[in-house]
């Protein structure tokens, strides 16, 4: 069959030939249709990520779409290593697939899986967000962060306030659900004030995909102005910013901030897998966007650096 393949570390995948991978007791064989390019994918390939296995060869891909031998669509995750989603056929574990709603395109489903996810599981798992909270997403001008603007709201969200730096895009989230939007590209005294603001007023939710100083001046904020005994339930989902923060300790000893990860590893995989289902069940009566650009998996080399705001979906065989 044909995969991407990674034979050293670090290296940049090549479109080869690889052996189909054997079916073993209690998985089954998925004939993929496509998989994203997601920056975990990326991670684990290069195995910089915690949870890379370091075995070489691999076919990279955390996860995808398909087809079972009977005909049935499924998102799968996690597939048998060394061939992960990005081949024409992968061995999965049978309770790592879910079922697709038949409205759902694939395409769209492998392009929304892991950044829908990504707040998703955030808000109902780790924050339990409540209808009528307010929600701060910190970095909503990426693809994961413009999906949390509409899952939040969708989800019962009275509130939902946007940061990022691309001042266009920061616009554009108002049209799909942002409330206030809050410039990261101004001096720190300005975007002080203004966070400030926001907390006074109240901030239930922080989804963080940045961390780094706007996650510094997020804490900060939330210690000096909002509310006294309002728990503000802070939760970190990616470092697109920076790996470490400064965290001054009164802001955990002078306001009742909540601190907590959302990723793999902080939310058992059946839940995790729960939460995907109701995102792919929600995801066209919430009329859900995301930017995607399908390629085919032959181009896998050319494009796997590619950081555009569009998602990267590799496709296979006809779907190509």
């Not at 990005?86 to 049978?94: D, G, H, I, L, Y």
């Amino acid at each position: 069959m044909k995969a991407a393949l990674v034979t050293a570390p670090g290296a940049t995948p090549v479109y080869a030939d690889f052996d189909e991978p054997a079916v073993t007791e209690g998985a089954v064989r998925v004939a993929v249709v496509a998989s994203a390019l997601s920056h975990v994918t990326k991670s684990r390939a290069s195995g910089k990520h915690y949870s890379a296995s370091g075995q070489l060869p691999l076919v990279p891909g955390i996860d995808g779409v398909g087809t079972l031998d009977d005909g049935s669509r499924v998102y799968f995750i996690m597939p048998e290593a060394p061939c992960g989603g990005m081949a024409e056929v992968c061995v999965v574990k049978r309770q790592h697939c879910i079922a697709l709603p038949p409205e759902l395109d694939m395409v769209t489903a492998a392009a929304m899986a892991i950044p829908g996810m990504s707040s998703w599981a955030a808000l109902v798992e780790r924050a339990k967000l409540l209808r009528g909270e307010t929600v701060l997403i910190n970095g909503a001008t990426g693809v994961s962060g413009r999906l949390a603007v509409q899952i939040a709201k969708y989800l019962g969200a009275a509130k939902v306030i946007a940061t990022g730096r691309n001042a266009a895009s920061l616009e554009s989230l108002k049209a799909i659900g942002a409330d206030v939007t809050i410039s990261l590209a101004q001096e720190k005294a300005a975007l002080d004030s203004a966070l400030q603001a926001q907390f006074k007023d109240g901030v239930d939710i922080v989804l963080d995909y940045l961390w780094g100083p706007s996650a510094e001046a997020l804490l900060v904020a939330g210690t000096v102005a909002a509310p006294e005994a309002v728990p503000i339930r802070f939760v970190h989902i990616g470092s697109v910013s920076a790996p470490t923060i400064t965290l001054p300790s009164a802001a955990l000893r002078s306001s009742p901030i909540e601190l907590m990860g959302s990723g793999m590893g902080s939310i058992p995989l059946p839940r995790m897998l729960a939460a995907l289902q109701q995102l792919f069940d929600a995801a066209v009566p919430g009329g859900f966007a995301i930017a995607t650009q399908a390629l085919p998996l032959s181009q896998v080399e050319q494009h796997w650096a590619n950081d555009a705001e569009s998602r990267v979906v590799f496709t296979t065989g006809e779907q190509a």
